[in-house]
């Protein structure tokens, strides 16, 4: 079974701070991306890589930003944390065009 | 762009009885592939099925679903629900070749199961 790992599980921040998400993923897929979870919203894209060195916005990238360093890492980076992007965030990792993804377990952050 | 519509928030059903989860989509490609992911409480979301042929039904673990290109729908249906169907389910769709490898989802529904 693929594995994907975020990091951490739960993580209170402040308004105004910096917050870092951290996925690793042993699949040694090429493709990974990071999703928010909100009610009504469902799984929403924000950024996503092709391989290391690589980042792409998503459908909702404003106020996030992202770093793949690595084929196993990717990081989503939010500068100035906002209370509005309080949420769950899912990362995932995929093959060639059109495979499965398989997700981590999701970190739920809320921003005060 | 692409989009993907689940009408139904949530849908409740008594254990024993069948049950449609709606999917319609909206794109301007004509090589696509569709998918249905469920998430259980606490989980993360995993593969349900997966089909990108026109008119061909998908079955995996009693659930199935027939990609219909002529009315754009790929709903999830099973026969016979039990407790622990229930869960989140998602649609999604994808390039199957070319383009962007991303996945579009659409907002989800609970399936509630009751006895």
């Known amino acids: 079974e693929a594995a994907v790992t975020q990091s951490p599980r739960n993580k209170v921040a402040v308004t105004g701070g910096k917050v870092t998400l951290s996925c690793n993923q042993t699949n040694n897929h090429n493709n990974m991306y990071w999703y928010r979870q909100d009610t009504g919203h469902g799984l929403r894209l924000i950024h996503y890589s092709y391989g290391a060195g690589s980042t792409e916005k998503g459908d909702i990238p404003d106020g996030y930003k992202a770093s793949r360093p690595s084929q196993e890492n990717f990081s989503l980076i939010l500068e100035l944390a906002t209370p509005s992007q309080t949420s769950v965030y899912f990362c995932?990792?995929?093959?060639?065009?059109?495979?499965?993804?398989?997700f981590g377990s999701g970190t739920r952050l809320t921003v005060l | 762009g692409d989009s993907v519509t689940q009408t139904e928030g949530l849908v409740t059903v008594t254990e024993g009885l069948p049950v449609m989860l709606n999917c319609t989509y909206q794109?301007?490609?004509?090589?696509?592939?569709f998918f249905w992911y469920v998430q259980y409480l606490n989980e993360a979301p995993k593969l349900l099925l997966r089909?990108?042929?026109?008119?061909k039904r998908t079955e995996h673990q009693g659930f199935h679903a027939t990609l219909h290109k002529s009315s754009s729908s790929f709903h999830l249906q099973k026969s016979s629900v039990q407790l622990s169907d229930s869960a989140l389910y998602y649609c999604?769709?994808?390039?199957?070749?070319?383009?962007?490898?991303?996945?579009?989802f659409g907002q989800g529904t609970v399936l509630s199961v009751i006895p």
């Open positions: 794109t301007a490609y004509s090589d696509v592939a």
């Open positions: 995932a990792s995929g093959g060639r065009q059109a495979e499965t993804l398989y």
């Open positions: 089909s990108s042929t026109d008119n």
């Open positions: 999604a769709l994808n390039m199957a070749t070319g383009g962007n490898n991303k996945l579009t």
